[in-house]
């Protein structure tokens, strides 16, 4: 087995339900906007260069000269920064060996399984923006009081804030990325295509979505959920004006979340418990469960969350090209057309989550590899019951520069290496216009009431 080396690695102990782990001494909170960002990013670069230091000057905090979106408010086309620059490099079957210790098993199993398939490695910008001055100060102030619950089912005391910059257990670096930045309300459209083993597509579902981050809305105090969201399915037909709303509580030690589906045909609102854990996702063509949806969504009381440490890793990154192209030009038999594909070499967080004893997933093991200054997911790896690859997840990942500028991780190329299939997930497909920020929803925007109200009859 080939030895891999982790940055930073960390041994953390086993927290008993319900005890929080200790809060970040006085001396490293004091490396906060020094050699950490406030994202607890390593502000400095690798020893060779390939990763250079963190330059909030260098990052994309407005739109380049030519962004001329199609919508006024914003979102596609967007206008790439680097598109003038060449591969430094490509991996392939023939020379992966040379690079794996920097990549993650599902790309080896493409570049194994498909010798046309390649990763093409450029130059390392890291683009992604710092948090607004109000969001800075709030994780600098409040440092010490967000604090986990119930072996890390719930996050309490945390609101408009990185909650743990300086992470100390997997469960910890989950929440980050559960609580990721985000504009608080926002609105937006996507399509999903599944692709078969002959390389035919097939539209799943164009839908538009409302979303609120209200733990990002810092004209509040707290928050409950850390997000609520509507999506409404526009294609294909047989799906049209169908909807499902989905709450994510931050306290789900004490709150369950939430789920409802509306059916045009039914002309009801119901709840749907299912939509959670292993069940499998029909908004995603049945090519990933519940749970994988954005590489992970949902309750953490399934799983043992370890922090393995930093590593760097070939990861999706300014991935411009991917998420605006054209959902054909992007199609080839068995994978996504590496000529669209833009990889960096980044830090990334790693952890795994394994099943507890006595709990049932279809996927026993996880692996998530979350992007040092965002905490955005950039690569994800599931684990049958044999501990064999099933599926994996490649993040199309960009900064959104536009109104505030943020980085985007919705659009995902997920690969299930047992079938052979693949589906192009939350594209804007060359023609969409991506998301909005919208002023706060009104308080029955987002229930079941209003869902039924607004419902094709």
């Known amino acids: 087995m080939m030895h891999v080396k982790y940055l930073l690695p960390l041994a953390v102990s086993t927290v008993l339900a319900g005890q929080a782990l200790a809060a970040p001494s006085a001396e490293e909170a004091a490396q906060l906007g020094k050699t950490l960002t406030e994202f607890g990013a390593t502000v400095a670069g690798n020893a060779d260069g390939s990763i250079p230091a963190y330059d909030p000057a260098k990052a994309l905090t407005k739109a ?8 006024p408010r914003g979102g596609f086309p967007y206008v790439d920064p680097y598109a003038g620059e060449k591969p430094l490099f490509s991996i392939t079957s023939s020379n992966m060996a040379q690079y794996a210790d920097k990549l993650d098993d599902g790309n080896k199993a493409l570049l194994t399984r498909y010798p046309e398939y390649r990763i093409d490695v450029y130059p390392t910008h890291r683009s992604a923006p710092p948090l ?8 600098l102030n409040n440092i010490a009081k967000p604090r986990l619950e119930t072996n890390g089912l719930g996050l309490a005391d945390a609101h408009a804030q990185v909650p743990f910059p300086i ?4 469960a910890e670096a989950m929440w980050n990325f559960n609580t990721r930045f985000f504009r608080p309300y926002e609105s937006g459209n996507f399509a999903t295509y599944l692709i078969d083993t002959a390389g035919q597509k097939t539209l799943v579902t164009d839908s538009s979505v409302i979303y609120e981050h209200e733990y990002w809305d810092n004209s509040k105090s707290s ?7 509507l999506n409404t399915n526009k294609a294909p037909a047989a799906k049209s004006g169908s909807k499902d709303m989905r709450y994510t509580p931050l306290r789900l030690d004490q709150k369950s979340d939430s789920a409802w589906s509306y ?11 299912e939509f959670k854990y292993d069940t499998v996702s029909a908004q995603y063509g049945g090519l990933i469960t519940f749970d994988e949806i ?3 969504d949902g309750k953490m009381d399934r799983f043992d969350f370890k922090l393995v440490g930093k590593r760097e890793m070939y990861i999706p990154y300014n991935t411009y090209r991917t998420s605006g192209a054209p959902t054909d030009q992007l199609i080839r038999q068995g994978y996504a057309n590496p000529d669209l594909v833009r990889w960096e070499l980044h830090r990334v967080w790693v952890v795994e989550a394994s099943l507890k004893p006595g709990q049932r997933h279809a996927n026993p093991r996880k692996m998530f590899y979350l992007d040092e200054d965002s905490w955005s997911m950039a690569l994800y790896d599931s684990y049958d019951a044999a501990n064999k690859l099933h599926r994996s997840q490649n993040f199309v990942t960009f900064v959104a520069y536009e109104n505030v500028p943020q980085m985007r991780s919705e659009a995902v190329i997920m690969y299930d290496h047992s079938k052979g299939n693949y589906a192009l997930a939350s594209m804007a497909g060359g023609t969409r216009s991506s998301w909005f920020a919208s002023e706060a929803f009104s308080p029955n925007a987002l229930s079941p009431t209003a869902m039924a109200g607004a419902g094709i009859r």
Not at 64 to 71: C, I, L, M
Not at 132 to 139: L, S, V, Y
Not at 223 to 229: A, I, K, Q, T
């Open 294 to 296: 954005n590489g992970f």
């Open 132 to 139: 607004p001055q109000w969001a800075r100060d709030n994780t």
């Open 64 to 71: 380049p000269a030519g962004y001329a979106p199609q919508d």
């Open 263 to 273: 059916t045009p045909g039914q002309r009801r609102v119901r709840l749907a418990p």
């Open 167 to 170: 992470p100390k257990s997997g």
């Open 223 to 229: 928050s409950e959920f850390s997000n609520r969201l």
